[in-house]
Structures are given as C-alpha cells and as structure tokens.
C-alpha cells in the first residue's frame, strides 16, 4: 500500500452515515480493516445530508484540493456515491446525468475514482423507482468513462437489514446492520480492493 494514502469520499447522507447509532455508517467499517494495515491512512468523509448531485459537483474539487494538493498524485483516492436525493426531489435525470458527468471527468483527472450508485429508500416508492432507474443510467455512463462503477441499489433492496431498519427509521437511512452490509458488499468489490495497491 503506498505511504501516506489519502482517501476523499463525497455524497450525501449515505456516506455520511446518517442513522448509524454507532457512528461509522459504510465507510468507516469499510476502512477499517484498510487502517490496520496502513496507520498512515487518512480519511475524509465529506458526505452532506440533503446533498445532491449539482451541489457535489460545486463542491467537490475546492474540498479535495485542500485535502489532497500536498499530496503526490498516486496517493490520493476519490470515492463518490450520490444521485438518491436528486430522485427523490424528482430532477430531471439528464440534469443529473450531465452534472455526473462533468464532476467525474474531472475527479477522474485528478486522482483514482470510484462511482458508487445511489441506495434504495424505504418509504417512497415512486422516488425508488427514479433511483433505481438513474442507477442504470449511472451504469452507462461509468461505462463510456471507464470508470469503475458498484451499483448497489438491486443488493441493498433485497437485504433485509437495510430495508428493515429504514422503514423503523425515517423510512430513508437504515441503522447499523443496514450500513455493515453495505460496506461488506463494497469491500468485496475488486476495484475498492485495488484503491490500497
């Protein structure tokens, strides 16, 4: 794993962890084993709830410059995961589409990126169905970036821990189960394991 290897991760309230009584929503169990290896791995959760695509992609690159400028290039990671409250907020997709676009041609310019699709919500059915569909739409704009791409919507609406704990909730964010079976099914994933090459 290389010195001193700086991972930014931007989205919304999933990344954030919103509704983890512990804390540590996905992406602190997925990074967990990740510091045990390396101690000099550092971590930015830079999730914002309520954030949606166009305010990810006004915001990213000032955050991760002051983050990662210092940094040589191959150390440095970007991970973006978003797109659920466009859907639920009803945007048009090719709003989103577009500024998916431009923001990860540009994080791709700047450090290694992976795209991770937007998850399923609990309580309204309509707005799940945009997200899953703008997940397909995500595949194929990965694809023609070549960009590695985990859509999770399909997983995590046939996982009962995920769906269970939302619909207890706020019908949106799951609690702790919810987001450990999540970050088992990212750390799985290939291209997440090749981030600490």
Same mark, same amino acid.
């Given at each position: ?8 991760? =931007?989205?919304? /309230?999933? $990344? ?10 996905? !992406?602190?169990?997925?990074?967990? /084993? &990740?510091?045990?290896? /390396? ?15 166009? %305010? $990810?992609? %006004?915001? *990213? @690159? !000032?955050?991760? @410059? ?8 191959? &150390? ?7 797109? +659920? ?8 997709? &090719? ?11 540009? +994080? %791709? ?28 739409? =995500? +595949? ?11 859509? $999770? ?7 009962? /821990? *995920? ?8 019908? !949106? ?11 088992? =099914? ?9 981030? =600490?090459?």
């Amino acid at each position: 794993m290389p010195a001193a290897l700086r991972l930014c991760f =931007f989205g919304d /309230s999933f $990344i954030n962890g919103t509704g983890d009584p512990t804390g540590l929503g996905w !992406v602190g169990r997925a990074c967990a /084993s &990740q510091r045990t290896a /390396s101690p000099d791995l550092t971590i930015y959760n830079l999730g914002i709830r309520g954030d949606k695509t166009a %305010q $990810i992609h %006004q915001r *990213w @690159q !000032v955050e991760a @410059q002051a983050r990662l400028d210092g940094v040589a290039p191959a &150390q440095r990671r970007l991970i973006f995961s978003f797109g +659920a409250n466009d859907s639920a907020q009803d945007i048009p997709p &090719q709003h989103t589409l577009a500024e998916a676009e431009c923001l990860l041609r540009t +994080a %791709q310019a700047y450090a290694r990126t992976l795209f991770i699709g937007p998850a399923p919500i609990a309580d309204d059915a309509a707005a799940d169905r945009r997200i899953a569909s703008l997940c397909e739409d =995500f +595949a194929a704009l990965a694809a023609r970036l070549d960009l590695p791409y985990l859509p $999770i919507h399909g997983f995590l609406r046939q996982h009962r /821990s *995920w769906m269970d704990e939302a619909g207890a909730g706020d019908g !949106v964010h799951p609690g702790a189960g919810g987001y450990a079976a999540l970050a088992d =099914f990212i750390r799985g994933w290939a291209p997440w394991q090749g981030l =600490f090459d």
